[in-house]
T-cell receptor
Framework: QKEVEQNSGPLSVPEGAIASLNCTYSDRGSQSFFWYRQYSGKSPELIMFIYSNGDKEDGRFTAQLNKASQYVSLLIRDSQPSDSATYLCAVNDGNNRLAFGKGNQVVVIP | KAGVTQTPRYLIKTRGQQVTLSCSPISGHRSVSWYQQTPGQGLQFLFEYFSETQRNKGNFPGRFSGRQFSNSRSEMNVSTLELGDSALYLC????????????????FGNGTRLTVT
């Protein structure tokens, strides 16, 4: 089973600040990486994906990938209360399935 | 376009019973995957179907089974329910069965919350 690790514990950020989430993965051959957001009681929704080393920006979200160090991160700029959710890192394990981390809870404080 | 539809939304069963969950993928999507989500283990892959064939299976006991119909709709069955089967069961569909970001990522349904007492 491919492993995907995310930092434990909730992340509290003041409104307008940057939230930074990190994820490491064990399979050096992994090719594509996803960030899902899950509100309490809801299903995961895709917010970002990345497959090339470097940064990818989409609105207030930036995904960063470093394959050599086997980590992928997500930055949320200008955090809003509506960003309060659990963020799930997922890695395509090469067998048509995603391996998920256990998630990071983000709490944006107004 | 309608999203992934799962029924029922909630189920309460007793140990030893069996349960069937249903999933209708997004129109045109041929791949359906099932995941189990629990607070302790997070999201874990159960299996994936494409064109009525199971292509991948996760590390779950044989009590967990599924199938896909010719219209891409899928069902998941759990027999001889155990307390530990209590979880949110999520169905996800993708266009061609390749979780390739350039083709189609996974789109999740709202899930079926199963409680086993």
């Amino acid at each position: 089973q491919k492993e995907v690790e995310q930092n434990s514990g909730p992340l509290s950020v003041p409104e307008g600040a940057i939230a930074s989430l990190n994820c490491t993965y064990s399979d050096r051959g992994s090719q594509s990486f996803f960030w899902y957001r899950q509100y309490s009681g809801k299903s995961p929704e895709l917010i970002m994906f990345i497959y090339s080393n470097g940064d990818k920006e989409d609105g207030r979200f930036t995904a960063q990938l470093n394959k050599a160090s086997q980590y992928v991160s997500l930055l949320i700029r200008d955090s809003q209360p509506s960003d309060s959710a659990t963020y799930l890192c997922a890695v395509n394990d090469g067998n048509n399935r995603l391996a998920f981390g256990k998630g990071n809870q983000v709490v944006v404080i107004p | 376009k309608a999203g992934v539809t799962q029924t029922p939304r909630y189920l309460i069963k007793t140990r030893g019973q069996q349960v069937t969950l249903s999933c209708s993928p997004i129109s045109g999507h041929r791949s359906v995957s099932w995941y189990q989500q629990t607070p302790g283990q997070g999201l874990q892959f159960l299996f994936e179907y494409f064109s009525e064939t199971q292509r991948n299976k996760g590390n779950f006991p044989g009590r967990f089974s599924g199938r896909q119909f010719s219209n891409s709709r899928s069902e998941m069955n759990v027999s001889t329910l155990e307390l530990g089967d209590s979880a949110l069961y999520l169905c996800a569909s993708s266009l061609k069965g390749q979780i390739d970001i350039q083709i189609s990522p996974l789109h999740f349904g709202n899930g079926t919350r199963l409680t086993v007492t």
